[in-house]
């Protein structure tokens, strides 16, 4: 058995590593936390390093490796340290394809993610990462409500 935990850049992750923490201590499992980096991030990311001539291309891998390394860095200032029960997975793409295609590999008893507080109309108008994941994965998802002050 697993928790799977999804975060993100732009809002702080502590409400759902907490959450996630808390299901992988209670059920004695491991606990795999992901950040997805956006593709179109990704591609200027890239651009950015090939403006300067001393950099060679950003490879989807290392910018994959740099998601994982901002989950464990995330885990251990929300947790106070990053232990061998907790795994870093970091992914470049659509973030809730790859974390829905994330919980169909390792098939987890819970999907912790983090929710913005918005509106019906706000969801409706601007889509949500959240929202699509809890409509195209059959596992447990467990939302928590993030803001800018967690």
């Keep these: 058995m697993v928790v799977l935990a999804a975060i993100g850049e732009e809002r702080h992750p502590k409400k759902v590593i907490e959450t996630a923490h808390e299901l992988a201590q209670r059920y004695e499992t491991r606990l795999v936390v992901v950040h997805v980096i956006p593709r179109e991030d990704f591609e200027s990311h890239r651009q950015l390093l090939e403006q300067r001539s001393e950099l060679d291309g950003l490879t989807v891998d290392q910018e994959a490796e740099s998601a994982a390394e901002f989950v464990?860095?995330?885990v251990?200032?929300?947790?106070?340290?990053?232990?061998?029960?907790?795994e870093a997975r970091g992914r470049v793409g659509n973030p809730?394809?790859?974390i829905v295609a994330e919980a169909d590999r390792i098939e987890p008893q819970f999907v912790v993610i983090g929710r913005p507080q918005?509106?019906?109309i706000e969801k409706?108008?601007?889509g949500s990462v959240p929202q699509s994941i809890v409509q195209n994965t059959e596992y447990n998802v467990?939302?928590?409500v993030?803001?800018?002050d967690d």
């Design 96 to 98: 809730a394809e790859e």
């Design 118 to 120: 918005a509106s019906r």
């Design 76 to 86: 251990e200032n929300v947790l106070g340290e990053f232990d061998d029960a907790i």
């Design 142 to 144: 467990v939302s928590t």
């Design 124 to 126: 409706t108008v601007f």
């Design 146 to 148: 993030i803001g800018t």
């Design 72 to 74: 464990r860095l995330a």
